[in-house]
């Protein structure tokens, strides 16, 4: 039994590795030639072109890929054992298909919480590069809960924004004179996206500052209704990707720190369920298309199987994304979206397998 784990178990291994790398190198080869321009651009700031592909194509795919290199591997990897009637002897002897699917989901399984480690260490670490080389002359820091950013002597600071709604809330502006004193302050709740990058604030609370007099108290200033400018559109656009870059403790304490100010942060914690529970696809994927190469056994036909996988597949793709725009759409159960569709496909795999031939 131990030859039989560690025959299946180096198959899934060495198919998933040969795929992934394939793959990548596929990527980086097309990228090359589609974005030669930016490569040649961006290749000073990355320190060469090579090393701008190696930020560029982890960023944008990695995550796509290796749940689909866990999927190919899985099904070639009982598909080829049935077809050269490895399946049909090893059931002879009494060897279950779950049996000999066990070392395979058991790998799929580890690669899930390995997927898990590098999403939110080196694809983030990468994600976090790329922007920075595509945005060079922006600098956007999430520090305690919120974001920062200036133009000229203004510093920003957003607690929460969702460019869909047009919303931000909880804004903060300090304006500084050209000697680097502080001269004002304004605070508004919230904002709403006027025209251009002017937003229309209420019950705002501005304080002026006098910089010659530093102990002396601020002169306030109530301001009912007013526009400011917070973010232009590629500023916003900037902003709300950086929301989408923070890593597990960060939508942790944004959430907590939500929590404590009364206000329920759905949108982090909708992002931080999501971010969970994605890397589970390796597991998922890995399952669903089992069945289907366990059935080249009686059909013979592997391209069929195969097909049928990839319908399985892009079932689970199409109803993740639905899945992600409802966990980002600001409901209250919406975290528990991704969830939900991880736990319908496990239990649809699980059926498939069940009816897999014996």
Not at 265 to 278: F, I, K, Q, S, V
Request: proline residues 6%.
């Amino acid at each position: 039994m131990r030859i039989l784990t560690r025959h299946f178990l180096l198959s899934y291994l060495g198919i998933f590795a040969l795929t992934l790398t394939i793959s990548l190198i596929l990527m980086t080869v097309i990228e090359m030639l589609i974005n030669l321009d930016d490569v040649v651009e961006k290749r000073e700031a990355a320190g060469g072109a090579l090393a701008y592909l190696l930020i560029r194509v982890p960023a944008l795919y990695l995550r796509d890929v290796i749940p689909a290199a866990s999927a190919i591997a899985a099904f070639l990897c009982l598909a080829l054992a049935a077809r050269s009637r490895e399946m049909t002897a090893l059931k002879t002897g009494g060897i279950p298909p779950l049996r000999i699917a066990l070392p395979v989901l058991t790998a799929a399984m580890a690669l899930s919480g390995v997927a898990l480690v590098l999403n939110e260490t080196l694809l983030l670490g990468a994600t976090r590069e790329f922007t920075r080389l595509e945005f060079p002359d922006e600098s956007i820091v999430f520090r305690r809960g919120s974001f920062w950013y200036h133009r000229g002597n203004t510093f920003y600071n957003v607690r929460e924004i969702d460019s869909d709604a047009g919303t931000m809330e909880d804004i903060r502006l300090y304006t500084l004179n050209p000697e680097g004193r502080l001269i004002e302050t304004l605070h508004a709740p919230s904002a709403i996206l006027d025209s251009g990058a002017r937003w229309r604030i209420r019950d705002a609370l501005r304080r002026h500052f006098d910089p010659d007099a530093p102990a002396s108290p601020p002169r306030l200033e109530k301001v009912p209704r007013g526009q400011i400018v917070v973010a232009s559109p590629g500023e916003l656009s900037l902003l709300e990707r950086s929301v989408t870059m923070l890593s597990l403790p960060e939508l942790l304490e944004a959430i907590e720190l939500g929590r404590r100010e009364g206000r329920d942060p759905l949108r982090y914690r909708a992002l931080l369920h999501t971010r969970l529970a994605e890397p589970a696809a390796v597991f998922v994927l890995a399952l669903l298309v089992l069945p289907m190469g366990i059935r080249v056994e009686r059909s013979r036909n592997v391209a069929a199987c195969a097909l049928a996988g990839i319908a399985l597949v892009a079932g689970y793709r199409a109803v993740w994304q639905l899945a992600t725009v409802v966990a980002d759409g600001g409901f209250r159960a919406g975290a528990l979206a991704p969830w939900l569709v991880v736990f319908a496909f496990t239990g649809l795999g699980a059926v498939l397998f069940a009816r897999s031939p014996r």
